[in-house]
């Protein structure tokens, strides 16, 4: 099933996004217990990239190597940061497995991370300015707290509570997905999708890599491929629905944009609320309700129905 | 009742197997007043508003509930089996008054996915828009939404009046069976398609029809059908509608058994 939900805010201005979309999320756990994920976009004031990755899973089985295997590599991420020229700010454990690293950097995104993913077990969650991915097992109070979400800030997020159905339950089958390798482009998906295979065997011949078997990962990584060709969020989403066919709702995200994306059976479930101050979309409304305690409008957007919103 | 799942409480507790709230108390709340009972759902949970409504209705005998703040959760008015009068002062989620037989509701805000799904008879007004699947499988009773509705709206219709003001979206009554369809605004495509009976009303643009689903005669009937709703409801003054029905050309309509059938073939 799954839930997804989005919230934009329009006047520019940084707001409790964490807690905020931590409360939409669970509202939605019934819609998907195994895992849940967030895009969150921060201020990104000092100009710096931040890449948030994965060393292991949440589940990997915890061998006698396995700690001193994370430290290794770890330091190996670090050692080819600044081998690539990156200048290395902060660096943060989130978990024993997943870290939060943040440097100046000017080169290329794409060969950053290929040669970080390029270290076994390596996964780039994330690479932006002011996107940060955070998925991990788990119910969104489990995942807000492992991550410290409380204090994030920002102008605009996305998320999504998974209930696996065609591919493993870990972090690399969790959403949302990061459009490799356009920086600070995420997306979150309800639904299946039916020319999966056909896609990404055309996408990996165009030298896109993906992570996972999840069929979701498609979306993040046609979008990449699209506005890399010169398409706005906007125009990519569009051509989406006559290119993926399957049933499907998707939010997709930028540093300034939030879109949704309904498939033309109008088969999975949106729910909008749209005023002069923000956007809320969700699975269902109670998502909606649980950041706006009031009596509020909203309405199902229909069937291919692309609606864009900048921040 | 699991510890955490404290009646009055607005956390949602889940069983182990995710399922919400497997056990409650009727909270007894409410504020009654002869045979009219007023209570606020703001901080109960979907379980126990639904168990206060069925003890007032049931138990209690009250005629007339009024419950505030029900907050968009889902599966509330669900399952009643009595005539009563029942005011909903704010927004539902999924599956508000599903499977209800009997009952006069008002929903002062928007229901969401299934609303009415399976209604058997009563009178469902909804003041705001309503999500996918209204009136789903509805087999009697009037539902009159004043919004829009979503995607296959009146979807396996057996009987009753599903009425919009606004428009409606695509595989709107899907395989209807029986019943009338009236649509206010514009619908979306595949209207009617794989229908094998009943009638849709539209007043404005149609995006396409869908499978054996054609133009139908209008008839004085059909004028009466439309005008006396309007009126009942108070929806004012009914545009000008179109007719659609059943082309009867998609399923097999004779009665023939498969032996007879062969020595016709």
């Known amino acids: 099933m799954c839930g997804i939900a989005g919230i934009i805010y329009r006047d520019g201005a940084q707001h409790p996004i964490g807690d905020e979309m931590t409360r939409m999320l669970q509202s939605m756990k019934h819609r998907g217990p195994d895992s849940t994920g967030y895009a969150l976009y921060g201020n990104g004031e000092n100009g710096d990239l931040v890449m948030r990755y994965k060393l292991a899973d949440a589940n990997t089985p915890r061998d006698f190597d396995f ?3 994370l430290r290794r590599h770890r330091t190996e991420v670090e050692s080819r940061l600044a081998s690539l020229g990156a200048r290395i700010g902060e660096v943060d454990e989130e978990t024993p497995y997943a870290f939060r690293v943040s440097f100046e950097y000017g080169g290329d995104l794409k060969l950053l991370a290929d040669f970080v993913e390029d270290i076994p077990d390596a ?31 920002g102008t605009h997020a996305i998320g999504h509570v998974r209930m696996a159905t065609e591919s493993e339950v870990d972090i690399a089958g969790a959403h949302p997905y990061w459009a490799y390798p356009y920086s600070d482009v995420a997306v979150v998906h309800n639904g299946q999708l039916t020319n999966y295979f056909m896609w990404r065997r055309r996408l990996e011949r165009a030298g896109r890599r993906f992570m996972s078997e ?14 890399s060709e010169g398409a706005t969020l906007e125009e990519a989403m569009h051509k989406s629905l006559d290119e993926l066919d399957g049933v499907f709702t998707y939010i997709a995200v930028t540093k300034d944009e939030l879109g949704v994306a309904k498939d033309e059976l109008a088969a999975k479930p949106l729910v909008l609320y749209e005023s002069d101050d923000l956007v809320a979309i969700a699975s269902e409304e109670i998502a909606i309700r649980a950041i706006l305690e009031r009596e509020i409008d909203t309405y199902d957007p229909y069937e291919r129905e692309v609606l864009v919103w900048q921040r | 009742m699991p510890e955490g799942a404290l009646v009055g409480e607005r956390r949602i507790t889940y069983d182990a197997r995710g399922l919400a709230e497997p056990f409650a108390d009727v909270p007894k709340v409410s504020e009654i007043d002869g045979t009219h009972a007023r209570f606020d759902a703001q901080d109960l949970t979907t379980r126990t508003i639904n168990l206060e409504l069925r003890w007032l209705v049931y138990e209690m005998g009250m005629t007339e509930v009024e419950i505030d703040n029900p907050g968009s959760k889902h599966s509330l008015g669900v399952g009643i089996l009595t005539r009563c009068k029942i005011t909903f002062n704010g927004s539902l989620g999924y599956f508000g008054c599903g499977l209800i037989d009997g009952p ?5 805000g928007r229901v969401g996915w299934s609303a009415c799904e399976n209604m058997m008879s009563g009178v469902v007004v909804v003041d705001g828009n309503a999500g996918s699947l209204t009136g789903a499988a509805l087999r009697g009773g009037d539902l009159v939404v004043k919004g829009r509705v979503g995607a296959r709206s009146g979807v396996d219709q057996k009987g009753g009046t599903l009425i919009t003001l606004g428009s409606a979206g695509s595989m709107t009554g899907f395989m209807m069976q029986r019943g009338r369809i009236i649509i206010g605004g514009d ?13 849709i009303y539209v007043a404005g643009k149609v995006k396409s029809l869908g499978i054996d689903c054609v133009p139908g005669e209008w008839t004085d009937v059909d004028t009466e059908l439309i005008e006396r709703k309007f009126r009942i409801y108070g929806l004012g003054s009914p545009p000008e509608f179109q007719k659609f029905v059943c082309g009867k050309v998609l399923y097999n309509y004779d009665t023939l058994e498969p032996s007879e059938r062969k020595l016709v073939l």
């Open chain 1, 123 to 153: 996964e780039v969650l994330s690479l932006g300015r002011t996107l940060e991915i955070v998925k991990d097992l788990g119910d969104a109070e489990t995942v807000h707290e492992q991550y410290g979400l409380s204090s994030f800030r």
């Open chain 2, 187 to 199: 619908v979306g495509p595949g209207l009617g398609d794989s229908m094998y009976d009943g009638t």
């Open chain 1, 214 to 227: 999840c069929d979701s990962e498609i979306i993040a990584v046609y979008l990449a491929q699209e506005m």
């Open chain 2, 104 to 108: 006069e509701v008002h929903i002062t």
């Open chain 1, 67 to 69: 700690t001193d295997r």
